[in-house]
């Protein structure tokens, strides 16, 4: 909202400090950028889930901090936040949003799909920070909500992070179901790729590589390659498979 100049108006007329040397809603994103730069070391910044678009400068220059449905930037004031597996159950077990649920409830309108869908990219924005922050833990319980919410085009991803998440717990059972699903939900036509399928095939070889199952994880990497002969994680994923088969022959 601050990129609009009826909304920065009205803040002004309260915080002078926040004007801007940018006028009119055309360079929205410009004056959004040069009033946090000028006043996040003394001051508190939050932005929704949901960013707008071509505020590239918020990933690219801010850590964020999720907080609920909003995210505070992480080098404005007041730094105490304790993120921890207990306070984001405590805060998704008690925050409700209107229209979530039809049950017992007098509000249920056209909103609905529009709530609930924001309501998931919160939880998935919260397994994003979880897993950059090395806590996988509160990630899958993040990415699980997430799929209650989030809508039919956007599980695909949602199943491949979650997937990523039991990974890194050692699960790699629930890896391996989770990234199929990824998978499935995807176009695979030549015409309309799935455009994390190259990453998504790398990780399930991973998966199979943990559980022993040296011919399906073989046939994971291979697969990514065959989409995308650079990618990374299935390139590595063929150097450890070689190694791991070598130190078994070696042993025989």
């Known amino acids: 909202m601050a990129g609009l100049q009826w909304y920065r108006d009205d803040l002004t007329r309260q915080w002078p400090f926040l004007r801007t040397a940018f006028h009119g809603d055309e360079r929205s994103d410009a004056a959004v950028e040069e009033l946090l730069r000028s006043n996040a070391g003394g001051h508190a910044f939050y932005v929704t889930n949901i ?57 249920w309108d056209d909103y609905t799909d529009v709530m609930k869908d924001s309501y998931g990219q919160a939880c998935s924005y919260t397994g994003d920070y979880a897993m950059v922050n090395r806590m996988p833990d509160v990630a899958q319980w993040s990415y699980e909500k997430a799929l209650q919410y989030n809508q039919p085009q956007v599980l695909g991803i949602t199943y491949l992070k979650l997937a990523d998440s039991e990974l890194a717990l050692g699960r790699p059972l629930d890896a391996i179901s989770h990234y199929q699903q990824s998978i499935q939900r995807e176009p695979r036509s030549p015409a309309q790729p799935y455009f994390y399928a190259p990453y998504a095939y790398a990780r399930l070889g991973y998966a199979f590589l943990m559980e022993k199952d040296y011919a399906e994880a073989e046939d994971a990497f291979r697969y990514s390659l065959s989409i995308n002969p650079q990618q990374k994680e299935a390139l590595e994923g063929i150097r450890e498979l070689e190694r791991v088969q070598g130190d078994m022959k070696k042993r025989s």
């Not at 918020?58 to 907080?67: G, K, M, N, V, Y």
């Open 51 to 107: 960013f707008p678009q071509g505020a590239a400068f918020l990933w690219r220059d801010h850590a964020l901090a999720p907080d609920g449905m909003l995210w505070r930037l992480e080098d404005t004031k007041g730094q105490d936040f304790a993120f921890t597996s207990g306070r984001v159950n405590q805060l998704w077990s008690k925050y409700q949003l209107r229209n979530l649920h039809q049950a017992g409830k007098k509000y």
